[in-house]
């Protein structure tokens, strides 16, 4: 017999009471399985927060770069993840990829020892690694401008992968030159050489959207996600990460209207009022939202059984060097 979601919810409630476990989510995720979490945050806080937390299992509600990551840095914890679910983006780009990226570059004239590479935190473990051992560092969408910034005093060439959009955008905002991989343009003559990797979600939000929005509601604010294209985050009152567009909301007075160009689950749960979703296509991303209460509750029971499913393992090699690349974001 199925049970209802107030039974799963009990039962996995007596789980956590009983296991050493910490049950972690990302925002996008359900409302149902983000209510259960202990800890919550954008991909950096959940970065940060899950390293230090001293419970023998992480339950990892989010997409597989997510708990990767935690292992990656913590290698000695024990990663479930209730569904194995994959960021389209991050599957946009592995090792192969990434070399022929480098080979690009050094074809258009630009040497391998004139680049530094930076990883979006949403990549495979190979790829952080590829870029950890190139001397390059891993950033999230919070703090990618500060890295970036930061990255630039070494006089090198940038390469940032595999957003396009986070990249051209950063570039935007401080006056650098950017192209794009695949796309036109001489890597020598631009500050941060991007590869064509995107969000599909996020390339739901258009300029269209805004001028509908603008013209509903004259005064409505427009708050998007930096991975939204760079002429809607242009076309935008404020441009930041999932934690930085809650900061920014809940600080509104509550009779000001904002449409915010970010995941479906997390817009709906900001504000009880005055707050839209910028797209009239469902900016749901497929497989953030593919972890259920169900598969939450089989992970613990798998744990209290002694057999946990779905473990995330990273190999030696790949580990040591994807957490260097963490390791120097972190230390910024
Ligand atoms: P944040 O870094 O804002 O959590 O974004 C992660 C993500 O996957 C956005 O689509
Ligand atoms: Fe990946 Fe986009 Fe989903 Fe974020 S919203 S996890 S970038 S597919």
């Known amino acids: 017999m199925q049970l209802t979601n107030e039974e799963l919810k009990a039962k996995i409630g007596e789980l956590k009471e009983k296991l050493s476990v910490t049950v972690v989510a990302h925002f996008y995720q359900r409302d149902e399985v983000f209510e259960m979490a202990d800890i919550t945050g954008d991909s950096l806080e959940l970065a940060q927060r899950t390293k230090d937390d001293d419970s023998e299992f992480v339950v990892f509600c989010g997409v597989g770069f997510m708990g990767q990551s935690v292992k990656v840095l913590s290698p000695k914890k024990r990663v479930v993840m209730p569904k194995l679910a994959c960021c389209a983006m991050a599957k946009m780009i592995d090792g192969i990829y990434y070399d022929q990226s480098i080979a690009f570059l050094e074809a258009n004239g ?55 959009c986070l990249g051209q955008n950063i570039a935007n905002q401080m006056g650098l030159k950017s192209m794009v991989i695949g796309q036109g343009g001489d890597p020598k003559e631009a500050d941060i050489i991007c590869y064509d990797g995107f969000c599909s979600v996020h390339q739901l939000f258009s300029v269209e959207d805004i001028e509908y929005y603008r013209n509903k509601y ?31 909301i809940k600080e509104l007075p509550e009779d000001q209207k904002v449409a915010v160009g970010t995941e479906f689950n997390m817009v709906n749960r900001l504000r009880p009022k005055n707050t839209y979703v910028l797209s009239s296509t469902k900016p749901e991303c497929p497989t953030m939202n593919e972890t259920t209460l169900e598969d939450l509750y089989t992970a613990l029971k798998s744990i209290e059984e002694g057999n946990p499913i779905n473990e995330i393992e990273v190999d030696e090699t790949t580990q040591k060097w994807a957490k260097i690349a963490l390791e120097r974001m972190l230390a910024l």
């Open 110 to 164: 630009v040497s391998k020892s004139n680049i530094l590479p930076i990883t979006y935190i949403n990549s495979n473990a190979d790829v952080k690694a590829k870029v950890g051992e190139m001397g390059g560092l891993v950033c999230t969408s919070s703090n990618a401008k500060k890295i970036i910034t930061s990255a630039l005093k070494e006089g090198k060439k940038i390469l940032f992968v595999p957003d396009r």
């Open 218 to 248: 004259p005064g409505i604010l427009i708050a998007t996600h930096p991975e939204c294209d760079p002429a809607v985050c242009d076309a935008s009152d404020f441009v930041g990460s999932t934690s930085q567009l809650i900061k920014y």
